[in-house]
């Protein structure tokens, strides 16, 4: 990846650390995407203590804000294929928390829709995330606040390109 200044060049010796004005946008790359994934890491563990892997909750999100959906749908939504949302879909089914049912026009067509259960651990575990960054946003300055408020737009734009 060929390192683009975000600023220019600092004039400090070559081995001192860039300061975060310094940084080229590789290295500040590489530094947000630690971050993030250190910060969904910690919010994982802050789950509804069921068995449930990652991805298995990102489909149950999905099928939570969408409705009933497809295979394809949800595959498509989550950015996986489909055989590899087959399996996380099976996994689900079989912990009651997803059902299978056939469309009214078309029997063929089979929809994935949360189940009670499904519901409930969305709803449960969206609750113990969201109290525990409250709680760390508490802490923070009103300008570092407004920072997340402002960063949180750009972030949904990453994820959603």
Do not use: C, Y
């Amino acid at each position: 990846m060929a390192s683009v200044s975000l600023s220019p060049q600092p004039s400090a010796p070559a081995q001192a650390p860039p300061s975060n004005a310094h940084r080229t946008i590789a290295e500040t790359s590489h530094e947000f995407r630690l971050a993030n994934g250190r910060l969904s890491r910690r919010l994982r563990q802050e789950g509804s203590g069921s068995e449930v892997t990652g991805g298995q909750f990102s489909a149950l999100g999905s099928l939570d804000s969408h409705g009933t959906l497809t295979l394809g749908e949800l595959s498509e939504l989550e950015r996986v294929t489909p055989p590899s949302m087959n399996r996380t879909v099976n996994a689900l089914v079989r912990a009651g928390l997803v059902s299978r049912q056939a469309a009214s026009d078309d029997r063929r067509k089979i929809g994935l829709a949360l189940t009670e259960a499904g519901s409930a651990l969305v709803r449960e575990t969206r609750k113990r995330r969201d109290a525990w960054i409250a709680q760390r946003f508490l802490t923070l300055s009103p300008g570092q606040r407004q920072t997340l408020v402002d960063a949180t737009a750009i972030m949904k734009e990453l994820a959603d390109s």
